[in-house]
């Protein structure tokens, strides 16, 4: 083969390596692969054929092996240990020895063959990057482009990978444009016969937490743990946070100067409300803050069944509640307890009923005394 060829071989190796992010011997290995298929075609199929590409020329060099024999019955796979010894004069009888071979048999039916396996070569090596690069980064956010949208997925652009956005992982209402630029949680990374398949959410409770991990770097470095986080997307999140360090306030923290770091992440999330409030054992108080943003004026626990009794200022009701019972039904969630709320004119009718029947069973256990008295006497 021609130095010239040669030198457009390296050329042309380097050029993919630096393009496609493939090994350079990855790619040779693939080339190697692809050509020497093509030889064996060329050459009706004979396994006796083989090549090596050197790894800093370039240069292919095609031999085939053959046995050496006494007396040759088959010229394709047979040599005469004569002959054989004018190549290797230390050959002998049952060996084998490696004969060059010219490169130029190499035919266009044989080239283009080895084209399509080349190029099929590099997607697989392309596909293995790519698989390998993302495999291991469930649960990180990853920005890109919004390319299209077909059969219910939006398609992002990351750079040298695709990732597939379902619909129902995006946010309600949410319309994303061609060429706009998102966020997202990697979800899952598996490998299908078209490739990795980068799956991406924007709808989950793990997104939110991982967007505050982004913006606050107290929770990156550790100093200020999430405890829970619930979601309902585009609605409201409910944030518990935790700091070991009292000279640390975890949701000051959190909101940022003047606001500037939830505010960063409401944005992503389209105006999604997030309420953060400061974890604590106290199962009362925890349940107080979890109602957030409503004020609570009592709070009563049943420890054994994890049950809560919540009463709030009549004004407060609808708000301790939510839209459609969100604000407790995320509540009870972050907190796991079940949360019963009633109003304080609720309350106070309940008390006054429990008195009067305190005052009624007390009255009644008297005139059964007294009449018990009578009958003694």
């Known amino acids: 083969m021609t130095k010239k060829i040669s030198k457009e071989l390296c050329t042309i190796i380097d050029?993919?390596?630096?393009?496609?992010?493939?090994?350079?011997?990855?790619?040779?290995?693939?080339?190697?692969?692809?050509?020497?298929?093509?030889?064996?075609?060329?050459?009706?199929?004979?396994?006796?054929?083989?090549?090596?590409?050197?790894?800093?020329k370039c240069d292919i060099n095609v031999f085939e092996t053959k046995k050496i024999v006494k007396k040759v019955t088959d010229p394709l796979e047979e040599i005469a240990l004569k002959d054989a010894r004018t190549m290797d004069s230390t050959k002998e009888t049952d060996q084998t020895i490696d004969i060059p071979m010219d490169l130029q048999d190499l035919g266009r039916i044989?080239?283009?063959?080895?084209?399509?396996?080349i190029f099929q070569k590099v997607r697989e090596a392309e596909r293995d990057v790519i698989y390998n690069e993302f495999k291991?980064?469930?649960?990180?956010?990853?920005?890109?482009?919004?390319?299209?949208?077909?059969?219910?997925?939006?398609?992002?652009?990351?750079?040298?990978?695709?990732?597939?956005?379902?619909?129902?992982?995006?946010?309600?209402?949410?319309?994303?444009?061609?060429?706009e630029s998102a966020?997202?949680?990697?979800?899952?990374?598996?490998?299908?016969?078209?490739?990795?398949?980068?799956?991406?959410?924007?709808?989950?409770?793990?997104?939110?937490?991982?967007?505050?991990?982004?913006?606050?770097?107290?929770?990156?470095?550790?100093?200020?743990?999430?405890?829970?986080?619930?979601?309902?997307?585009?609605?409201?999140?409910?944030?518990?946070?935790?700091?070991?360090?009292?000279s640390i306030d975890p949701v000051g923290s959190c909101v940022g100067m003047k606001g500037t770091r939830v505010q960063a992440i409401v944005r992503e999330l389209r105006g999604e409300r997030i309420d953060i409030i400061p974890w604590t054992d106290d199962p009362r108080v925890l349940i107080a803050r979890a109602l957030s943003p409503a004020t609570v004026d009592k709070v009563g626990v049943n420890e054994e069944a994890k049950t809560a009794m919540v009463v709030v200022n009549d004004q407060q009701l609808s708000l301790a509640i939510g839209k459609k019972g969100q604000n407790v039904r995320l509540a009870m969630k972050l907190t796991g307890w079940y949360i019963d709320i009633i109003s304080d004119t609720e309350y106070s009718k309940i008390r006054m009923e429990e008195t009067d029947k305190a005052l009624e069973d007390s009255i009644k256990k008297e005139t059964e005394k007294n009449e018990s008295q009578a009958v003694d006497e």
């Open 136 to 179: 291991d980064k469930v649960g990180h956010v990853v920005s890109g482009t919004v390319m299209r949208k077909e059969k219910g997925l939006y398609f992002i652009n990351m750079g040298k990978a695709e990732a597939a956005l379902p619909l129902k992982e995006t946010l309600p209402g949410e319309n994303l444009k061609r060429g």
């Open 110 to 117: 044989a080239a283009q063959t080895a084209k399509q396996v």
């Open 183 to 246: 966020k997202a949680i990697i979800e899952d990374v598996r490998v299908t016969s078209k490739g990795p398949a980068i799956i991406v959410s924007r709808a989950t409770p793990q997104f939110v937490a991982s967007l505050f991990k982004m913006e606050v770097p107290e929770i990156n470095d550790g100093l200020v743990s999430i405890k829970n986080i619930v979601r309902e997307p585009g609605e409201r999140t409910k944030i518990a946070v935790y700091s070991t360090d009292t």
């Open 15 to 56: 050029q993919l390596s630096r393009e496609k992010g493939i090994s350079r011997e990855v790619l040779i290995e693939a080339l190697e692969s692809a050509l020497e298929s093509a030889l064996r075609k060329k050459y009706g199929g004979r396994t006796n054929v083989h090549l090596l590409i050197d790894r800093q």
